[in-house]
């Protein structure tokens, strides 16, 4: 069975219809990044699997439950733009509040998590005393703490630089080697697709619909110095011409 399941997903906001009879299944511990132009509908796929939106027509399925059971059981991490950090909390305490919250047995304790994250030196300073990567490396930590099989991560890096993003990048897939998640993650980014992911998804304009998937066979862990490669110019170079193929057929 698999981690999830798209089953011929609609989805309509009044007359504008988002997405078009998606079909996607997603293996357990599969990184699956999601691509495609504004507006074509990732984000509401990935807000569907978190159970913040419904199907119009279809179904979502995780392990054959809904969304929302999977919610109610504390299996599902997620991460956005911005950190969601308490301002007034130390990096710790942060950390903590998701234990708190879902009281799950099986977690990871906070400070051995941080301590995965990089973080040992930090746990005592607040978000404000935090560079921006460090700030979402806390945030992924929060997300990832109750051990949940499923993180869903919409554009997590955006807002940093590029050299930051680039350490994300690598920082993130060495975690989840020791930290095994099944992770959709929405991005405009290709070199981050290509970087994370083992298939990326490229959807085509509204209404969303998946337009090819490709298959990302570098091996792991993956390290800054993969995109010095000719055969990772490559893999971009594949993911952009079915972009562009996805933007012109928009264009007409």
Not at 21 to 41: H, M, N
Not at 201 to 220: C, D, K, M, Q, Y
Request: proline share 6%; with cysteine.
């Amino acid at each position: 069975m698999s981690a999830i399941t798209f089953q011929n997903v609609s989805k309509s906001f009044a007359e504008i219809e988002a997405l078009r009879d998606i079909s996607l299944e997603i293996d357990e511990g599969e990184f699956v990044a999601l691509i495609g132009p504004s507006g074509c509908g990732k984000t509401t796929m990935l807000r569907h699997v978190i159970d913040l939106e419904k199907a119009t027509s279809g179904e979502v399925l995780l392990k054959g439950k809904s969304p929302g059971a999977i919610r109610r059981e504390y299996k599902i991490g997620a991460v956005f733009q911005s950190p969601a950090l308490v301002p007034s909390n130390t990096v710790l305490e942060n950390v903590q509040m998701t234990l708190d919250i879902t009281n799950v047995r099986s977690a990871i304790s906070p400070q051995t998590i941080l301590e995965d994250f990089g973080l040992g030196d930090f746990l005592n300073h607040y978000p404000h005393q935090l560079s921006g990567g460090m700030q979402q490396r806390v945030n992924i930590a929060a997300a990832m703490v109750h051990n949940p099989p499923y993180l869903m991560m919409d554009e997590p890096f955006s807002a940093l630089d590029e050299m930051t993003r680039e350490y994300m990048c690598e920082f993130l897939g060495e975690v989840l080697i020791s930290h095994p998640k099944t992770v959709l993650l929405v991005t405009h980014s290709i070199d981050e697709a290509v970087m994370l992911s083992d298939r990326i998804v490229v959807l085509a304009p509204r209404p969303g619909r998946v337009n090819s998937i490709l298959n990302v066979a570098f091996e792991r862990p993956r390290k800054r110095s993969l995109k010095t490669l000719p055969e990772f110019a490559e893999k971009v170079l594949e993911v952009r011409r079915e972009l562009y193929g996805v933007e012109i057929e928009e264009k007409h």
